[in-house]
């Protein structure tokens, strides 16, 4: 008889130094929505809540003759990244489908935060066969350190279209679109419509002109959003949400046929921006659990496969937690890995619970309360319960970053100094020791390294940066545990 890994994860757990003094999940989450406010671009709305923000970049997309203002800011730039815009939007959007309903009165700001960035993707792809990506040329956005307000940066427009493919980007816009038109189905039917009618246009596009961006574009978007792990996984990721979203056939055959040619079972234990085959198995395997769909049981041995390889004690290689409790992957600001794989543990331990289920690994079984316990205690050591005794949010508990990589933040708002200040004048602003003046609440940083160290410094960007990606998931995860606070 297998025996149950609670003991195992349990005895790894208290092992890890933690205060749990006890949280505000409501108000973490609130925050975590509230941050999206922070990197918003374009004309902001009346009810904008960080008010030391104001309307930037109103003339995007007008050296290619469309309008390409609004959308987000990925992190602590001015550059708007089509490919981690279009998965934040996803995961807000698959946050909202599994845990809207415990966000109580945030729910009405987490879907704001939705529809921002489907206003945006819907302009992205208004017109058929094209995909505009990005705005902003990142090698001189990175040469300035000046808030969005003053932007004099070449606001570049960077499309894909069919002989210059992005099946990556296409793929992971048309999921997004899908996602929320889920969210918006009940909320705004004609709108929801639209995001379906367009996620399935740009799905097809993607599908039949296949190629990676990163080939097309490699000069603008390498190396910050490069595809190193190829388009097959949106094209896959796509599908499931629009199978998901629309309920047809042919997504489903889709998704049968093309398994093992667009390799769902690759690197099972990666979920983000870039990889999204962790996400696609543990999707798809809703229906499974639900009984409803044998022919994708090869994605639940996927999921399933994932779980192990991730949870404590009996991780895979690639994946390591630290003295302090942290899960941590090589690659980039770490939280995001952190967020994205622990969303994925608390859906999976959800659809498990409806199935009364739990996950085979070996000769132990991880039950769905443990799938849940690992990942609020990721939630917590991003609230303080680590060795620092520091929460990465900014403005949540009493230490949190106060120097983080992010020009709005570090340089003086347009209200406190309404003289414009230039590229190179913002440098004192980045090299300056003192706190950032303006707080973009609600951010999450890339966080501490293997050894739970963390430097509050902007040049330590890998660690100080947040972005929109690292947020996404989180939303979900708070929504959860703001009304399910008990580790059972």
Request: net charge positive.
């Amino acid at each position: 008889m297998a025996r149950s890994l609670s003991f195992v994860l349990f005895i790894v757990l208290l092992s890890s130094p933690a205060i749990n003094a006890g949280h505000d999940y409501r108000d973490a989450l609130r925050k975590s929505i509230m941050f999206f406010e922070g990197q918003r671009s374009g004309k902001l709305p009346p009810d904008q809540r960080l008010r030391w923000r104001r309307d930037s970049a109103l003339r995007d997309g007008s050296s290619a003759g469309v309008d390409l203002s609004g959308g987000y800011y990925d992190a602590g730039d001015n550059v708007k990244f089509g490919f981690p815009m279009a998965f934040t939007t996803t995961m807000l959007s698959w946050s909202i489908i599994d845990f809207g309903r415990t966000m109580g009165p945030e729910l009405r700001n987490a879907v704001k935060a939705v529809k921002w960035g489907t206003d945006y993707l819907l302009k992205a792809t208004a017109i058929p066969g094209v995909v505009f990506v990005q705005v902003g040329d990142a090698y001189s956005d990175h040469n300035c350190w000046e808030r969005p307000e003053d932007m004099d940066t070449l606001r570049t427009v960077y499309k894909i279209d069919r002989a210059h493919p992005g099946s990556d980007v296409a793929g992971e816009t048309a999921a997004a679109l899908a996602a929320a038109s889920i969210v918006f189905r009940k909320r705004d039917p004609a709108y929801s419509r639209r995001l379906l009618d367009r996620a399935t246009r740009v799905f097809a596009f993607a599908n039949r002109y296949r190629g990676a961006y990163s080939n097309s574009l490699y000069h603008a978007v390498c190396p910050f959003y490069c595809d190193f792990n190829g388009y097959q996984d949106e094209l896959l990721w796509g599908a499931a949400w629009l199978h998901k979203a629309s309920r047809k056939r042919a997504y489903r055959e889709f998704i049968v046929k093309n398994e093992v040619v667009l390799r769902a079972g690759d690197t099972i234990n990666e979920f983000g921006w870039d990889n999204k085959h962790a996400g696609i198995n543990v999707l798809i395997s809703k229906e499974v659990l639900m009984g409803k769909a044998e022919y994708f049981e090869s994605f639940k041995q996927n999921a399933d496969g994932f779980i192990c390889s991730i949870l404590p004690g009996v991780s895979h290689p690639q994946v390591q937690y630290s003295r302090g409790g942290l899960l941590v992957k090589t690659g980039g600001s770490n939280m995001q890995h952190v967020t994205s794989l622990s969303f994925l543990l608390l859906a999976y331990s959800n659809y498990l619970s409806h199935a009364k289920k739990v996950v085979p690994c070996g000769e132990l079984n991880a039950s769905p309360s443990l799938l849940r316990q690992v990942a609020k205690r990721q939630v917590d050591y991003i609230l303080g319960d680590n060795p620092l005794g520091m929460s990465y949010m900014v403005g949540y508990g009493q230490r949190f970053p106060r120097r983080i990589h992010h020009r709005g933040s570090s340089v003086p708002s347009v209200s406190a100094h309404p003289a414009r200040i230039g590229c190179k004048e913002g440098s004192r602003y980045f090299l300056s020791p003192n706190p950032n003046p303006n707080l973009l609440v609600g951010a999450v940083v890339g966080g501490p390294n293997v050894t739970d160290a963390f430097p509050d410094s902007r040049p330590y960007f890998v660690q100080s940066e947040p972005t929109t990606y690292i947020n996404a998931p989180l939303v979900g995860l708070l929504g959860y545990f703001s009304t399910h606070s008990s580790w059972r």
